[in-house]
């Protein structure tokens, strides 16, 4: 199956800092998805992105398929953005996740 | 709301039991998700279906079994014969398969 790689594993932040998290996967995929899952264990989505850019408030995500890559900018942090976040890749009708990105702001 | 509820949010199992979670949907998806959430790891799917009365094995399918009897109904059967089922379940539908998917607040199984 496809292999999905996050980076870095854990992130920390002082808050109103700026980062990037990265996914890279293995093959050609049909679609991608960024999400975030808040301490309370909701998955919530932030981008459906198979390639190009989106932006939604002080997020934005890039996806380059033909190199296999996708990143996630989060800008102006705040303690809310806490939580871990995935990159989820999808072929076959199956969405294969990564290991995610643990990010902590603090104050 | 439009949406996906699961229910219990919280279970306990005895060992040699079987246990289901429950799944609705009332977004009119064609197709739903079953996956598993392991401490500190991503999702594993277990299965998926793309349409009323069909179901198909995902990665992890083996001591579980799905039905799905209504669209808007995918409830997941944890068997006696999943050896280590704690772990955090969560259900997802989109509306077909290659759409973007969304995700219910999830069911923590835990054995006694």
Known sequence: GIQVEQSPPDLILQEGANSTLRCNFSDSVNNLQWFHQNPWGQLINLFYIPSGTKQNGRLSATTVATERYSLLYISSSQTTDSGVYFCAVESDYKLSFGAGTTVTVRA | ?112
């Open chain 2, 1 to 112: 709301d439009g949406g996906i509820t699961q229910s219990p949010k919280y279970l306990f199992r005895k060992e040699g039991q079987n246990v289901t979670l429950s799944c609705e949907q009332n977004l009119n998806h064609d197709a739903m998700y079953w996956y598993r959430q392991d401490p500190g790891q991503g999702l594993r799917l277990i299965y998926y279906s793309q349409i009323v009365n069909d179901f198909q094995k995902g990665d992890i399918a083996e001591g579980y079994s799905v039905s799905r009897e209504k669209k808007e109904s995918f409830p997941l059967t944890v068997t006696s014969a999943q050896k280590n089922p704690t772990a955090f379940y969560l259900c997802a539908s989109s509306r077909q398969v290659n759409q973007p998917q969304h995700f219910g607040d999830g069911t923590r199984l835990s054995i006694l």
